[in-house]
């Protein structure tokens, strides 16, 4: 009979197999993943791409869906910081301008699989903003008709990812001036922005 594998093992594989994917798609791009480069730097048999994850799209899908996780998690915990729109901006900047979700972005052009996937995606992360930002805008005073929080999440987020879009063209005008304004009027709401630590002593009790 033969000896049963650990699921600790099996474990340690898949993820190192979805951690070559992410590093050749942040070095040479989606289009350089193959079975071959991805055995060749997970240091394992190719073969074990199709054992794990039966085809290379499910292996996107499975790195997709574990870097979308991830951000959930930082999304959820910058809502409940203590100054949840900085926080949400910052965060739009960083999931905006990171490499690998541009490389999802363009492979979604040529795989329904990854397209699913990030419109699923997207509608979680919307719902649970407009599940938050709205009651921490009321609790500022700002006035939802004139000022509806889908819409004001929608131009936070929409803007930051077309910022970078535009300065990986190398384009960057009207850029600082907008971040300005939009950094302006967080500050007028929540002050100025305060480090982790400074929020932790700010909320102690003593």
């Known amino acids: 009979m033969p000896a049963r594998r650990s699921p600790v093992d099996d474990s340690a594989t898949r993820t190192a197999l979805l951690d070559a994917t992410e ?11 193959t079975t071959r480069r991805i055995g060749a730097k997970a240091g394992m048999n190719n073969a074990l791409v199709f054992y794990y994850f039966g085809t290379v799209d499910n292996l996107f899908v499975e790195l997709f869906r574990r870097g ?8 959820e915990r910058a ?8 926080a949400f901006w910052e965060l739009t900047h960083d999931f905006s301008g990171n490499a690998l979700i541009m490389e999802f972005t363009a492979l979604a052009n040529h795989r329904k699989a990854i397209r699913t996937e990030i419109a ?3 509608r ?6 407009l599940e938050t930002l709205p009651r921490v805008l009321e609790g500022y005073g700002v006035d939802s008709e004139r000022w509806p929080p889908a819409s004001l999440i929608l131009l936070m987020a929409g803007f ?39 929020g932790a002593v700010a909320g102690r009790t003593e």
């Not at 979680?124 to 903003?129: D, G, I, T």
């Open 23 to 33: 590093e050749l798609m942040l070095e040479e791009g989606y289009a350089a993943v």
């Open 68 to 75: 979308a996780e991830r951000s959930l998690e930082r999304l």
């Open 79 to 86: 809502l409940r910081s203590p100054q949840p729109l900085w």
């Open 120 to 122: 699923t995606y997207s």
């Open 124 to 129: 979680r992360f919307r719902v649970l903003q």
């Open 160 to 198: 930051s990812r077309f910022m970078h879009i535009e300065e990986g063209f190398g384009l960057d005008l009207g850029h600082a001036e907008t971040v300005a304004v939009i950094e302006r009027e967080i500050r007028a709401l929540e002050g100025d922005r305060r480090s982790a630590a400074d």
